[in-house]
């Protein structure tokens, strides 16, 4: 019998298309082990015997390191159509700070983002107020911000834990336009890819054409974004070439043939099941190949658009729009590729192995809405992801360490060495961070890495700090390697103490201790 937490959960991995796979895969596993012990009281031989069991063991056993990654990490996802609001003071409930296991990675897509164009051209020369109120929020824990991409109201925030900053590379962002024919960003969509230990992830928030009777065109939206979006990287040049892609935002499918009356009544008893066969998305997953590859978890919680705003009411004004699940979170693992009939056996058997040797189980924890936030008419969606895989690589780019003692009473020595080869330039620089740092251009100060020569695979590189770039009152700080082809912080150092400078007293920004007293 399967344990109860499994029936909660939404599982699936990278060996297969079908969600299914990994309860597939416990079904065969029991069937090794049952020909196991069959064979074990019906062999006569011991020699046959003997033979028998050790195959059988051997295929049971590679079916268990097939789908068992050795390390866990935990996703969480937001998408919310804000119109045009400005952020609440709050974002604790929204990101689930608290929550445990501990968040690796926050991905948050936001749609409808103010703007107008003097607020886009504020935007641009400094972070917009959503982004400040994420960052103020996770920076505190922890959290720096990788990377955005913004297309008018259309924007998409990549956070991870500090300590995985060396292991996220070939970072890059695009978009698509959709709305007026293709020319104008009001709709679309805009995506991120990164390696993530090795592991090739994709993140699309999409906004697609409004009102009920556009279902069609929502996909064909969606269809030529995953068609058009594109990437330079020669292994995943496309959307769907990613190992693992996520798709949120404000989808706009609707609840299809009920009547207002009916819909509120199911919503207010609980019985959302009674909708799920209306649902446009649902309907057209039944019919659309492409979207089949696509997995949701149950739509549990209440639809969550169109709402008076600052209220947990559906929409009373003259329009009165019908509840509907607009906002939603997908993923798709990419599917197993068929074996060509004019490859040999030899060769098909060779790429099954290196694809399953590094094998992705995405594991859906919670789906749910946030039905406390009441700035726009749409409540925020949030979904929870164990991304359990075997990691391709655990060894920085670049590794980097402070020497000796530092403080702003005297110049400041650092060392690095490149511990393998990569695309290094002598325009990379070498950050000085706060701890709680929020960006890779958060730095207090910077020195350029050695000028005239890229370095040798290991040397180690020793760089001098100007005491007067120091900062004054010390603190916890750590070094951060920042590529500059790369876009990233490719090695981190532990964090240091930098010891408060004599010349902080003697400038007054801070109190002089004599013999224990504050002076």
Known sequence: MEPLTDSLRVRSDSTSSSASQGSKSKTVLRQ????????????????????????????????????????????????????TAEPPEDATSLLQLDAQPPTDLYVIGLQEVNATPVRFITDLISEDSWSHVFMDSLAPRGFVKVTSVRMQGLLLLLFAKQIHLPYIRNIQTTYTRTGVFGYWGNKGGVSVRFSFYGHMLCFLNCHLAAHMNNALQRVDEFEYILETQDFDIYDTPQIRDHKVVFWFGDLNFRIADHGLHFLRSSINSGRLNLLWGKDQLIMMKKKEAFLQEFEEGPLNFKPTYKFDRNSDTYDTSGKKRKPAWTDRILWRIKPKPLPSEDDDEKASTSTDEEQDEYPVLVTQDKYTSDMSYGVSDHKPVIATFSLELRKVFDTPLVRVSPVGIWSADQDA??????????????????????????????????????????????????????????????????????????????GLSDSFQILESKRAVMEGLVPEDINGVNK
């Open 32 to 83: 090794r082990l049952s020909q196991l012990l069959t064979c074990i009281e019906d062999m006569s031989s011991d020699d046959e015997a003997s033979e028998e069991v050790s195959r059988t063991l051997e295929e049971a056993f590679q079916l268990c390191g097939r789908f068992i990654p050795t390390d866990a990490f935990r996703l969480h996802i937001v998408t919310w159509n804000v119109a």
């Open 413 to 490: 020595l650092l060392t690095y060495s490149v511990l393998e080869d990569f695309m290094s330039s002598t325009w990379d620089w070498i950050g000085l961070y706060k701890v709680g740092f929020k960006t890779a251009s958060d730095y207090e100060t910077f020195v350029w890495v050695r000028e005239k020569e890229l370095p040798e695979i290991n040397e180690v590189i020793q760089i001098s700090v100007d005491k007067g770039q120091i900062p004054l009152l010390g603190g916890q700080y750590v070094l951060g390697y920042y590529s500059t082809n790369m876009q990233s912080i490719t």
